[in-house]
Structures are given as C-alpha cells and as structure tokens.
C-alpha cells in the first residue's frame, strides 16, 4: 500500500501530465542529458532505465522504489542504489548517493538535494564556480608557461640531435682515412724496430760477453785472495787443518769446525791446490768465506789520494753501465722512435675519435621523450632531503640515497627505461638495479614526473620494501593547455 503522500504524489503528476501539448520537464534528480529518458511514453508509462520492467509514469519519484536500478527514483532516497543528480549552475555538475537525498545533509551546492524543510541549504556555486575558475586559470597559466619552457627544451633537444647526427656523420668518415692511416704507420713502425731491435741485441750481446769476461776475472782474483789467506803455511796447498780453523766453515753450528766439515768443503780431499781450488772448491764456498778485517783505525788519507779513490769509484760505476750505442745503431733507434711517436698519436686520435662516436651513438638512442625535451635534463642531478636522508635524483644515470649527517652514498638504482601507462608511457622512470637490500631484493626507484616551471625533486617515500618513489617537477612535463577541463556553467 502506498502512503496518502504518495498519493498526493501521483495525482499532482497525473494533473500536470493531462495538460495537452504542454512541454514535461524532466523529474528532479535527473541531469539535462538524461531528460530524454525519463519522458512519459504514449501509454503512460516509464521503461526502467535497465529495460527489466515497466510503471505507470506516476511512480517516478513517488517515493518508492519499483526499478531494480533505482532509476525510478532519481529524486528520492526510497532505492539505496540509485543516483541522484546535482545541477550545481554556475558550478560543476555532481551526482551522489540516493541515501544522501533529504538525509539533513547539503550535499549539492546548490541545495536541491535537500527539499523536505529539515535544513536550509545556502546555495554557493557561483562562490565555489569562481574559485574553481581561478584554480582553473592558475593551472592553465602554469600549464601554457610550462609549455613553453618545453617547447624551448623541444628545439634545444632537437638542435643537438641533429647537430649530433651531422658530426656522426663527419667522425665516421674521418675514421675511414684515418683507420688507413694507423695501419700505415704501424707498418711503418715494425718495419723501423725490426733493424733496431737487431742492433740493440748485437750492442747487448756484446756487453752481456763484456760483462761476464769481467766477472769471470773477479771471480779469479777473488779466488786467489782467498787462497793467499786460506794458505797459511804458504805450501801452495788448503789442507783439512787450515779449513778446521776457519769457524765459517762450521756447517751445524756448534761452535766447531769438524774434519768431516772440513773434508766436505775440500769435496772429500785431504788437501787441493791453486788450480783444484779455484776451479772445484771457490764456487761453492765463495759465499761463506769471509774475508779476513782488521780493527786497526784507517790510516789518514791523502786529499790527492781520496781525490783519485773517488775517480776510481766514478770509474767503477761507468764499467757497470752499458757503454753508448754506437753511431749507426743510435740513428736506427731515433727513426724507430720517431716511426712510433708517430703511430702512437695517430692510434691515440683515432681512440678519442672511437670514444666521441660512442657517446654520440649513446646519446642518439637514448629515448629523452616523444620530441627528445627530456635530453635537456643529462648530466643533471637534483637532491631533496628529508627528516633523515638526502636522496640524489640524476635522469637518465642514478638515483641515490645518503644520510642527512653525512655518510656512505646507497644507490637505489640505475637508469632502466620509461615506465608509465601504455597511454602515458613519459610519466614514469624506473632505476633498476640497486644496492642489494639484506634479505631482501635489490633497491629500485619510480620517478613520477608532474609539470611545474622548474626542474625540482619534490619527495621520496618507500611504498614497498627497498622499492622507492621520487616525485619531480620538470616543465619538461607540461603539455599545451586543452578546453577539456571540466567547467562551471550554468543548466536550465
């Protein structure tokens, strides 16, 4: 049974609907754009908007739901799944909750949610339209400056790239004449060591043969001596006596020199002569023989004599060096020396050429954005600190974190790719690869760029475990402004 009121209700619509060839408005709740839908058909009746049944035109907004979709009901709260619509003039439109219509509550700006008399709404669209507008106007400024600053970068960007194309273009082919060349002068390099090398190991040859003659004659005179002062009879003899007195001959160190010792070193002899001993006993205890000192306090020595020891001295450190090349060998290794300065220059050049191609291919496939505005932000770094750290934002290279007071720099990633939406794809960059988390995965960060007229790292927080977020303002982000922003207006 429907209530009086409902009656009320239904016979008020019944009067209104007999006017002929009058206009029907659309019932309240309902936006201008559905209107259409809500007029009564030729029978009388009203098609729930979900097509599952169909009223007489009297029950719209009688207060009682008879729509599986509440859509009977745009202008009462009778279905708690219905809708009903805030014309909000001069403001945005809105729908809410039928629950929220005559529930005491102003929820449209414009009051019309709440008719029953409990609440007087004061109708503020035009206020909150003015604002709206002038937040509108802020964003639009902001937005067509920033734009501007990225039309800037564009050409920037794009200047450079094709500069970077062009001098591609003209390194590659400077490599080609000078790849030539290189090979060239490294042929002619080997060609001049080949005779050098052969007449530096001739001189070589020769002074390694002067060297050893000369070591060979010490070893003899130092053989000698050492016979004179191991012979201490002076029978032209060493014999097992003359060896037990000598205590470096004592092999266990026991403070004696046994005749097993000695005839050990005498290569189981009972005595060896001048010959025998410095062709079999010398090289093997030249090392442990010592010559014999004397603690008497050196003689004073005359200036001219100490004069002339120094000389010797001088004389003794120019035998042990290698003597000069010759002439002929001196000019082959000036031309083998001046055949590799040569080539070495070249094939250095030829390096910083290879070095400079690389970089130019690097920066030629790096994505800096759909009109190559991003490029502006390489070799940049940005920085923004917290209560705790001072995160380091460098795009296209790093992102890092360190603590506020000073200390070792953690890196939560390096440069992977761009990682927004399908249909942002420029809103988002991932750095992968971090500083390894204990326990956990390696550190990684999502910089999530929004328009603003400067470069600037706004924030960071970790939405997950070892898994960062930085948000940057670039204008590098700003697009023009559309006429796609809702607006205040105002609905009949």
Not at 127 to 148: A, N, P, S
Not at 216 to 238: P, Q
């Amino acid at each position: 049974m429907r209530t009086l009121h409902t009656c009320f209700i239904i016979l008020a619509q019944l009067l209104c609907s007999s006017i002929t060839n009058a206009t029907i408005g659309r019932p309240r709740g309902v936006s201008i754009s559905m209107a259409s839908l809500y007029q009564p058909a030729e029978d009388g009746t009203f098609t729930c908007l979900d097509g599952s049944s169909k009223i007489p035109y009297e029950y719209v907004n009688d207060d009682y739901c008879d729509c599986n979709d509440g859509t009977d009901e745009p202008g009462t709260s009778a279905c708690p799944n219905g809708k009903f619509h805030c014309t909000n003039a001069g403001y945005v439109p809105s729908n809410i909750l039928s629950s929220r219509v005559n529930d005491g509550v102003c929820d449209c700006c414009d009051g019309t949610d709440e008719d029953t008399g409990r609440i007087e709404c004061v109708n503020n669209c035009k206020e909150l339209g003015k604002k709206l507008r002038e937040e509108q106007d802020r964003t639009r400024k902001l937005q067509q400056e920033g734009f501007e600053k990225q039309k800037t970068f564009s050409d920037e960007g794009k200047r450079v790239h094709g500069e970077k194309i062009a001098r591609q273009a003209e390194l590659e082919k400077e490599r080609e004449t000078l790849e030539v060349t290189v090979k060239d002068l490294e042929t002619a390099k080997l060609e001049a060591e080949s005779p050098e090398t052969e007449a530096k190991d001739k001189h070589q040859k020769a002074w390694d043969e002067l060297k050893a003659e000369r070591q060979a004659k010490k070893e003899v005179e130092a053989a000698s001596l050492a016979f004179k002062d191991l012979d201490t009879n002076g029978d032209n003899s060493i014999d097992m006596q003359e060896i037990i007195a000598r205590p470096e001959f004592d092999i266990d160190s026991n403070g004696v020199v046994s005749e097993e010792e000695a005839k050990e070193h005498l290569e189981d002899k009972e005595s060896v002569d001048y010959d025998t001993f410095t062709k079999d006993i010398w090289p093997h205890v030249k090392d442990i023989y010592k010559k014999p000192t004397t603690e008497e306090p050196p003689p004073e020595v005359d200036p001219a004599i100490e004069a002339r020891g120094e000389e010797a001295q001088t004389e003794q450190k120019d035998e042990d060096s290698m003597p000069e090349y010759d002439e002929e060998t001196k000019k082959l290794i000036e031309a083998a020396d001046e055949a590799r300065k040569n080539y070495d220059e070249a094939n250095s050049k030829l390096k910083e050429l290879d070095n400079e191609l690389s970089s130019i291919k690097s920066y030629l496939e790096q994505d800096y954005g759909p009109n190559r505005e991003y490029a502006i932000l390489q070799d940049q770094c940005f920085e923004y600190t917290d209560r705790e750290y001072t995160y380091k934002y460098c795009p296209f290279s790093k992102g890092s974190q360190r603590p506020k007071n000073g200390g070792h720099e953690t890196s939560l990633g390096n440069w992977g790719n761009w990682a927004g939406p399908e249909n942002d794809k420029y809103s988002i960059q991932l750095y992968e690869k971090g500083q390894n988390c204990w326990n956990g995965p390696d550190r990684s960060v999502k910089v999530h760029l929004k328009c603003g007229l400067e470069h600037r790292l706004l924030s960071s927080s970790e939405p997950s475990r070892c898994e960062y977020a930085f948000e940057f303002e670039t204008p590098c982000r700003c697009s023009q402004p559309s006429g796609g922003t809702a607006q205040p207006h105002d609905e009949l």
